[in-house]
């Protein structure tokens, strides 16, 4: 079966590509209790945009579980 392109925003992610696609061979995702919340505020009225970027300290501060910092 073919992998599914993910589109993803944190591009301090050792996995992060061109094109704000993921490069993992498997992702992990987990429930963001926040998620709805953080939603709502920054993407209100805008639509969802696949293209912004954003940076993260930890895969918790993610959605995303395989999330990995890029070295620097
Ligand atoms: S945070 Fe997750 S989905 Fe985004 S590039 Fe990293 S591994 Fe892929």
């Known amino acids: 079966m073919a992998k599914p392109i993910v589109k993803c925003s944190v591009s301090n992610c050792s996995f ?6 993921c490069r993992a061979d498997a992702i992990m995702i987990e429930i963001d209790q926040h998620a ?26 993610t959605c995303c579980h395989t999330f990995k910092p ?3």
């Open 16 to 21: 992060w590509g061109e094109s704000n696609q």
């Open 36 to 61: 709805n919340a953080n939603y709502n505020a920054e993407f209100a009225g805008e639509g969802f945009d696949s293209e912004h970027q954003d940076v993260a300290d930890k895969s918790s501060s």
């Open 70 to 72: 890029k070295k620097h």
